[in-house]
């Protein structure tokens, strides 16, 4: 009884470390990322610079060198300095093997493409139904438009800022440290609360969709072979295909731009169906084991982490405001 006691008390510190680091970076995020350009030009007129609306349009663009600092810098102060402190100074565990070990190839292979499959092939047949709903109801929305380097010099630094901060920051704090944590509560459970987190953590509701199935695939391979690298790699991979399709949008009024954008079509979506194949023939797709799960009463110790109910009155808030930019 006081070792199960003990292990309660340990389960609900780090419920409430996890919860409290996930509320601080979505309010960093809700916060400092949209409205840093008022207290930066206060800031650059107190020092005397001149155009100080030219200098915030520069820091607030993707396209040039000046932005992509910028926001890398924002980046790392909002999200990655945080998860990166918070897992440094957490508590040890026995499963440390989840935190060092390297997928295989065939693994690592076989993931990415299921993950890309299941991704896009969900999130794509649910934005034709939504699509076709909302023309009969009369609304269109529009996704939100991304600006993309202006010379290929700068594409190195935004594969950075958009592919590699973001795949291992988000991918400690998630599956690092929620979902790990949250595996006392059982694997199955730990997968899918991961990616409703993960889901909630992004800004844009024309992402919910598709991070939640993603969020799913990264948390079940991560456990499945018990490989945190591993959601890691697919993260990147997630974010470096965006990247790409950024990149390859602005020349499709081109005959060679929409060649390009086809040919790369095509190439990901035979990957992703080879080895989504290759990994239901090869390693099947099994429900995750539930050892060590805690009593299933004590999951309603999630019920009383005060800041959980924070974390989603802000993804409230801001889903609100995203929805209205979407249709607006």
Known sequence: ??????????FVSNLNTVFVILTSVKL??????????????????????????????SLSSESDIAGLCFGTALYLLCVSIPVFASFIFRSENEDDGFFVRMPTAPQAFCAIGTTFFVSYAVTGLLFLLFDRLF?????????????TPSSPYLIPLYIVYLCVLPAISEELL???????????CGKGFAVIFSAVLFMMM???????IFS????????YFSLRFNSLKLGIIIHFFLNLNSAVLRLTEKYLHTTAGQMAYTLYFIFVAVFALTFFIAFAVVFKFRKLSHSNEMPPFQKRLLLKQPFLYIFIFVFIITSYFGVISMFS
Not at 1 to 10: A, F, G, L, P, S
Not at 43 to 50: A, D, K, Q, T, Y
Not at 135 to 147: C, K, Q
Not at 202 to 208: F, G, L, M, R, V
Request: hydrophobic share 40%; aromatic share 8%.
């Open 212 to 219: 939640f199935c993603a969020g799913i695939c990264m948390g």
């Open 28 to 57: 960093l995020m809700t916060v400092v990322l949209p409205f840093w350009q008022r207290p930066v030009r206060s800031f650059l007129e107190l020092l005397g610079v001149e155009n100080a609306d030219e200098a915030i349009k």
């Open 202 to 208: 992004h800004t844009s509701p024309a992402n919910y």
């Open 135 to 147: 023309a009969i109801l009369g609304y269109r929305f529009s996704p939100p438009v991304s600006e």
């Open 1 to 10: 009884m006081k070792q199960i006691n003990t292990e309660k008390k340990e």
């Open 174 to 184: 998630l599956r690092g440290l929620a979902m790990n944590t949250l595996k006392k």
